[in-house]
């Protein structure tokens, strides 16, 4: 796993909509993939591009304006990254170099993906969302920091906190090999094990 | 303390918990072809051992034809996935029902039907609606490829407590009103990210007569109103269907499970945070008319104008659904032209649900110009509605019979609508683009659907059966 996150500094890329569903992030057709690079060229496809070869930009959707060209920061609302489990998701979004998320809120699955792929899912209010939204929509070079140590997300002089659990956070700093740590646990594991009732086992019953 | 039956579920699976994060055991873990290769790959890459291969199980769904039991049907990248599976199952010994098995299914219909999940069991699956298992009473949840690597690799995963939420449903579903009407209903009322981060619990006497295929109906979309899971305590009817599956135990230690079994049930005073309380009574046959579940309305209600919503956001969201799908306010869901009809997937792609079609299009011919296909569930479904001439009754009102799998549920396949197609559709998401690129999709039952393909448009099912 990479190093791990602890300030972002970046413009931001606002798509300003609820609901965005993993299907739009990245449409199932690039799903057949068996690695996980490259998943960026084909991220929101179906609306960053006017035909399914994806040659034609569709120059009205924001990923595709020049003034948020080099964005590492996308800003959305409601229940972003709602629907399928697909880890694609934010292997796309980190693929085209995205580094935090910003929303009012995020489904459940989407945000554990993000932390165990080092992309920030950072949650505001929506008062908060409104503000930033504002602020990059006015101005697009607007600098947004998000601080992950201290838990803050600022931008033209405001501070806004956010929570995270202590250990997301810790994974998304010290970039940690989860499976490694649960490895170390083996020996709780196995003292689980012989505890389990015969019919939740293996279904080897015989 | 008085427990939900989620709590005691959760409990009985903590291997070590640090305040609200546990390291929680996993006692069956589902594969596929879609999210698993990278996470095989990522055990390869550190030279680490599948720890439970005897817990793991895996089918192909989403990636194969429903016209041909060849691999390479729908192509290379299709192929190279199935054929990573295949090698991946060899290489680390986990059984595989491949196509052509008669056990072979969209995952969350197959298991069931081996008898792999178990009330009181933690089910886990790279595939966000494995929440159909809490049908049977097991914790059961999608999860990230990561998430899939870390389960293959230790038998566990770490988990953080979810919020609790009760929905009870009394009353009874009226003549024609299925269990895809009232999740859609319990959807609507709690919108579509309204049960984030909880796990729901179904319970009432509406909940308490339906068969398990209508359980696992409702338990499938709980994701579609956020939750992490749903879950349904385990009754007479759970058993009756577990009995003597093939993975079920058996003999003395069926009695020892059900001994077990017989606790897993909220206890009376036990605390949710939310509640919800719904009267089955009420409810109408659903249509979805947007691009989310919880864009969904009665069958004699008309299509909503943005400005219903209170919330700009839902406005908006309104307005652009309303434009991706071309209606237009205060017209009639009933007036709504299909030319597509899909009957199958993981939420209704079970016998009953092909019964219920069956029922509706028997001497019946589909309207012209409409296309329709059935896609049984698994190898089993198609089997027992074959046994039952139910593929006779589809064929000869103008259906397509297929194989089984996800096909146009999602269609990584080459089973795809076209730009501007509308579907009525039994599956369970209405994403923009979901059944194929500028395709709109409306989720309703199996029996609206199949008589949404001989009317040419949505039709209150209640009507068709007093005719
Ligand atoms: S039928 Fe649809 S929802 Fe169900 S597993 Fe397959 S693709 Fe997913």
Redesign the pocket.
Same mark, same amino acid.
């Not at chain 2, 199958?344 to 939420?347: E, N, R, Y």
């Given at each position: 796993m990479s190093c791990g996150i602890t300030t972002v500094t970046s413009k931001a890329a606002p798509l300003d909509q609820v609901n965005v569903d993993t299907d739009q992030i990245i449409p199932?057709q690039f799903l057949t993939s068996v690695s996980k690079q490259g998943f960026g060229r084909h991220l929101f496809h179906d609306w960053r591009y006017l035909d399914s070869a994806g040659t034609q930009p569709n120059l009205e959707f924001v990923l595709n304006q020049p003034q948020h060209q080099g964005a590492e920061i996308l800003l959305s609302r409601e229940n972003f990254g709602c629907g399928?489990s697909r880890e694609h998701a934010p292997w796309a979004l980190a693929d085209y170099g995205f580094k935090v998320v910003i929303a009012t809120s995020f489904a459940d699955i989407f945000y554990g993906n993000c932390i165990n792929n080092q992309l920030l899912p950072v949650s505001l209010s929506k008062s908060e969302m409104d503000t930033l939204f504002d602020a990059v929509q006015s101005a697009a070079d607007t600098a947004i920091t998000v601080d992950l140590v201290n838990q803050t997300v600022s931008c033209n002089g405001d501070n806004y906190s956010f929570t995270i659990s202590p250990l997301h956070k810790e994974t998304l700093i010290k970039g940690l090999d989860a499976i490694g740590q649960t490895l170390e646990q083996e020996a709780f594991i196995q003292a689980y094990e012989k505890k389990i009732p015969q019919w939740r086992c293996a279904p080897h019953y015989e | 303390m008085p427990k939900t039956l989620y709590e005691k579920v959760w409990d009985a699976h903590v291997i070590t918990q640090d305040g609200h994060e546990a390291l929680l055991y996993i006692d069956r873990h589902l594969i596929?072809e879609v999210t698993s290769p990278q996470a095989f790959d990522g055990l390869k890459q550190k030279q680490r051992k599948l720890r439970s291969p005897d817990k793991t199980f895996g089918t192909m769904?989403?990636s194969i034809s429903t016209r041909s039991l060849a691999i390479d049907a729908c192509g290379d990248n299709n192929r190279r996935q199935l054929q990573a599976l295949i090698e991946n199952c060899e290489e680390f010994g986990v059984q595989l029902y491949p196509v052509g098995n008669v056990k072979q299914g969209?995952?969350?219909?197959m298991a069931p039907e081996r008898g792999l999940i178990l009330p009181g069991m933690t089910v886990v699956c790279g595939?966000?609606?494995t929440a159909?298992h809490g049908a049977f009473g097991a914790l059961a949840f999608g999860i990230g490829t990561s998430q899939v690597e870390h389960v293959m690799a230790t038998t566990s995963l770490k988990q953080h407590k979810a919020k609790t939420m009760k929905v009870e449903v009394n009353g009874t579903l009226p003549f024609g009103v299925t269990a895809k009407d009232l999740i859609l209903a319990i959807i609507a009322k709690i919108g579509h990210a309204g049960a984030t981060g909880h796990v729901i619990e179904y319970c009432g006497s509406a909940i308490a007569s339906l068969s398990m295929e209508a359980r696992m109906t409702i338990c %499938?979309m709980s994701i579609e109103a956020g939750a992490k899971a749903g879950m349904i305590a385990p009754d007479e009817v759970t058993l009756a269907y577990l009995k003597d599956k093939e993975f079920a135990p058996k003999g003395e230690l069926w009695e020892l499970a059900c001994q077990d079994w017989s606790q897993l049930t909220a206890d009376p005073n036990a605390l949710y945070d939310t509640v919800v309380t719904l009267n089955a009574n009420d409810i109408q046959p659903q249509v979805t008319w947007g691009t989310n579940p919880g864009h969904v309305l009665g069958i004699n209600d008309i299509v909503p104008d943005p400005s219903s919503f209170t919330d700009p956001a839902d406005q908006e969201a309104a307005k652009k659904a309303l434009h991706y799908m071309d209606l237009t306010p205060g017209s009639k869901i009933s007036d709504i032209e299909i030319n597509h009809v899909f009957i199958? +997937?993981?939420?209704n792609?079970r016998i009953e649900d092909l019964r219920a079609a069956a029922r509706v299009v028997e001497n019946n011919k589909i309207a012209s110009g409409v296309s329709a296909i059935v896609v049984p569930?698994s190898g089993e479904v198609k089997k027992q509605a074959e046994v039952e001439g139910l593929d006779k009754i589809f064929t000869q009102a103008g259906f397509e019979w297929r194989l089984p799998?996800? +096909?146009m549920?999602?269609g990584?396949n080459d089973d795809l609508l076209l730009q501007g197609d509308r579907c009525a559709s039994t599956? %369970?998401?209405n994403f923009e683009g979901r059944q194929g690129r500028g395709s709109r999709t409306h989720l309703v039952s199996p029996a609206m659907a199949a008589l949404a393909a001989i009317k040419g448009r949505f039709t209150d099912i209640r009507e068709f059966i007093k005719e």
């Open positions: 199932k399928s | 596929h769904d989403h969209i995952i969350h219909v595939d966000s609606h159909t %499938n199958g +997937s993981c939420t792609g569930g799998g996800c +096909s549920c999602l990584m599956s %369970n998401r």
